[in-house]
């Protein structure tokens, strides 16, 4: 796909997160630390689940692949991020927007499908665990990935190829700290219909369609989870999907209440912070979440960390 179109622009300057001075240096700390915690949880989760075979099964065959997007999409979003608060002018091309926006979209998406995928995991371990072995098998894993990097990929394609055939004419100010969606329509001279239809036909597909499928999916490990007899076969039940059920919620809400309102209720502050959760809080607390709520991996990295210790 070529990087152009008629616009008369070839290059977008991006507002950031703040104009305000006074909070520019604490943001610019907070933001560093979360994404350096980012950095180093995700890979260090990557290196557990390749470097321990305990830890090769199918649901950290998926938490391995939502660390890879997470660390993926937050490079994306978040060292161009810190640029705008070192810089007076946070200035990227227009082929730099448009790869960042097509980036941005495929790794968001592929979170939800895997998200999805890792829901339908859970219910198969709780509700069908003698069948488990066979459900999951490696080319079923293998399919649920290479469906949900598909689903995204197209995704990401028709966002990216809708915003190519729009015109920009003299505004070039991004009010965002990347190139999203909204705020890049908002710069457009021409009708933005199209793509207004398109980011809410696939933004529902990819925010609907995975939720129900993940709320059904737990419907059904509900119902199973309240036929155990025991107190302890409960708790253990839950315990298994309690860290999924909080990525889930986060993930979700955030990208709900940014892209799912009608845009008279919708601002573009509120978009930011909205946003600022799920790209950098997110993938920040997906790795602790998995790491200090999961007793395989706790149980893995005092093994590993005794190991390095003699």
């Known amino acids: 796909m070529a990087m152009k179109n008629d616009s008369s622009v070839i290059e977008f300057i991006l507002m950031g997160l703040t104009d305000k001075p006074e909070l520019q240096p604490p943001l610019f700390f907070l933001l560093l630390l979360n994404y350096v915690v980012t950095v180093m949880g995700n890979l260090s989760l990557i290196n557990l689940i390749c470097l321990n075979s305990h830890l090769h099964t199918p649901m950290y065959f998926f938490l391995f692949n939502l660390s890879f997007i997470d660390l993926c ?60 072995n066979i459900a999951m098998s490696p080319g079923v894993c293998f399919n649920l990935l290479f469906g949900s990097y598909l689903m995204a990929f197209s995704g990401a394609m028709a966002h990216t190829g809708c915003m190519l055939r729009l015109t920009f004419c ?20 021409t009708s933005t219909y ?91 607390m997906n790795p602790l979440i998995y790491s200090l709520r999961n007793k395989d991996v706790k149980l893995v990295l005092r093994k590993t960390l005794r190991i390095k210790r003699f």
């Open 73 to 132: 999409y937050s490079f994306v979003i978040i060292p161009k991020m810190l640029m705008s608060f070192l810089s007076e002018r946070n200035i990227i091309s227009f082929a730099g927007c448009m790869t960042q926006l097509f980036f941005y979209c495929f790794f968001v998406s592929s979170e939800c499908y895997v998200l999805t995928s890792m829901a339908y995991d859970r219910y198969v371990a709780v509700c069908n665990t003698l069948l488990y």
């Open 170 to 189: 003299d505004a070039n100010t991004v009010n965002n700290y990347f190139c999203d969606v909204l705020p890049l329509l908002q710069l457009s001279c």
């Open 194 to 284: 199209v793509n207004e239809l398109v980011l809410f036909i696939v933004g529902g597909i990819h925010i609907i369609l995975p939720s129900l499928t993940i709320f059904l999916s737990y419907g059904f490990i509900l119902s199973s989870i309240l036929r155990i007899n025991s107190t302890e076969g409960r708790s253990k039940a839950f315990s298994t999907c309690s860290s999924h059920i909080i990525t889930v919620s986060l993930f979700f809400g955030s990208s709900a209440f940014t892209y799912l309102r009608p845009s008279s209720a919708r601002s573009m502050s509120e978009g930011k912070i909205s946003s600022v959760f799920y790209t950098s809080v997110v993938p920040m």
